[in-house]
């Protein structure tokens, strides 16, 4: 296996964070999906939370809100509960 690091700053990688927590996936799994092609036709997750214009408001509040505003949320269910999913 190899490994890849990059350096961005600290609210670049918050957003990649939230970005991939809406989708319901790692961090590494987000990245390779928005990066590598796939073969299979699924429905991408982040394209289907932004659909909804509910969902895709909270999403970019999210994603612009200062690092020193930012909630942390324990689990996914955590993050639903508060976004009423």
Do not use: C, W
């Not at 990649?16 to 990245?31: E, H, P, R, V």
């Not at 909270?58 to 999913?85: C, I, Y």
Request: no cysteine.
């Amino acid at each position: 296996m190899s490994r890849l690091s990059i350096e961005i700053d600290p609210d670049q990688h918050r957003q990649i964070k939230t970005l991939a927590t809406f989708a319901g996936m790692s961090l590494k799994d987000y990245i390779l999906a928005r990066t590598l092609p796939t073969k299979s036709v699924e429905s991408d997750s982040t394209e289907k939370l932004l659909s909804s214009p509910k969902n895709a408001k909270r999403l970019r509040a999210s994603v612009n809100t200062p690092a020193s505003q930012h909630v942390v949320f324990e689990s996914l269910t955590d993050l639903k509960n508060a976004l009423g999913v």
